[in-house]
Nanobody, 127 residues
């Protein structure tokens, strides 16, 4: 079973910092793009930041200059460093990964590329 496990969320005051981590585990042959999304109450899930395997990045305009995405390919882990946090950054943050994983079916072993999500971690920015 392939899993994405997030950690690092919590309560922080405006202007503070948090670092989120997301580790992919299981029968993983390769990780392609990885990213972070967030969903605030009553709003749609939105992209926060994405990173390719070779390190190219993309950010939502609302977090540019404040958030930094990075990854460790050897550990199948992606990070999100969040600085200068604002109340409007409050949301559940989800990790997403495009993976090539090993699967089995009817005694047959094969590889498949698929999209996986973490369970989400709450980030609350409040005084």
């Amino acid at each position: 079973q392939v899993q994405l496990v997030e950690s690092g969320g919590g309560l922080v005051q405006p202007g503070g910092s948090l670092r989120l981590s997301c580790a992919a585990s299981g029968s993983i042959f390769s990780t392609y793009a990885m990213g972070w999304y967030r969903q605030a109450p009553g709003k749609q899930r939105e992209l926060v930041a994405a990173i390719t395997r070779d390190g190219s990045t993309n950010y939502a305009d609302s977090v540019k200059g404040r958030f930094t995405i990075s990854r460790d390919n050897a550990k199948n882990t992606v990070y999100l460093q969040m600085n200068s946090l604002k109340p409007e950054d409050t949301a559940v943050y989800y990790c997403n990964a495009d993976l090539f994983v090993g699967k089995s079916y009817g005694g047959l072993e094969y590889g498949e590329r698929a999209d996986y999500w973490g369970q989400g971690t709450q980030v609350t920015v409040s005084s």
